[in-house]
């Protein structure tokens, strides 16, 4: 294993994680207007929504990627998008981890050497049974190009689980899996949020898996509809 480094996390006081208010963004139209969220320790939200109505894009403003046209989001009481470059880089490497649904993993490289950059880079220690949960343990000593789509795909998220973020933002995490490896997924990242006080926020087009979620809303309109 590469070395490892200390990385101590302040502890964030009080229970709101996130908070975003009166976001509005558009490319070529409009695709919300004014919305409102806000995300709880221990807490999960999921986002659904047709095709093309903005989910990904509000997950990236929500996630310090991408800035809105207006509004603002709040972390640790400061609007992501006042910071300096440096410091929203900082909160996106040590604070937030974002799981895309094309993964990106370092190829020629076996699967176990991609783990053991994300604990050099968080000096956070590789948790085995985040590996067995995600039925990835028997796979690390082969190189990425022989796991399946599926098996990367969890090697990706057991990657970013892997540095401790104190919000999970997942872009369709499930969208290479079986239901039933899909439901492990959702077991697994339920089960962080409870175990570290970190957040969730999910966009899918799973219905079911959405439901899951504490919170569940569907983008429509420009705006959040609440469904649960
Ligand atoms: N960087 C960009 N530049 C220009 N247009 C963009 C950009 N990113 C997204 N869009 C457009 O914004 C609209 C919403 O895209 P987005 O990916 O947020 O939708 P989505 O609800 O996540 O869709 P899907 O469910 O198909 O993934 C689309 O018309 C897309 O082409």
Do not use: W
């Amino acid at each position: 294993m590469i070395g490892e480094q200390q990385n101590i996390k302040t502890p964030i006081s009080g229970n709101q994680l996130l908070t975003a208010n009166n976001l509005s963004h558009k490319f070529d139209y409009e695709l919300f207007n004014n919305i409102n969220l806000s995300l709880e320790k221990q807490e999960s939200i999921a986002i659904i929504g047709t095709s093309g109505s903005g989910k990904s894009t509000l997950l990236n403003v929500l996630s310090t990627l991408l800035k809105p046209f207006a509004g603002e989001v709040l972390y640790k009481n400061k609007n992501l998008y006042s910071l300096k470059q440096n410091e929203l880089l900082k909160i996106r490497r040590e604070d937030f981890g974002i799981i895309f649904q094309a993964h990106y993993l370092f190829r020629g490289f076996t699967a176990s050497e991609n783990l053991d950059i994300a604990t050099f880079l968080s000096g956070e220690a590789l948790d085995e049974k985040l590996l067995k949960d995600l039925k990835i343990d028997h796979v690390l000593a082969q190189g990425i190009g022989e796991l399946s789509g599926g098996q990367q795909q969890r090697l990706s998220i057991a990657r970013v689980l892997t540095k401790k973020p104190r919000i999970i933002f997942a872009d369709e995490p499930t969208g290479n899996l079986d239901k039933d490896t899909a439901n492990i997924v959702m077991d697994t990242l339920f089960d962080y949020i409870k175990n570290n006080d970190a957040g969730l926020i999910l966009v899918t087009h799973e219905e079911e898996l959405a439901y899951r979620c504490d919170k569940l809303y569907r983008l429509e309109d420009l705006k959040l509809q609440e469904l649960k």
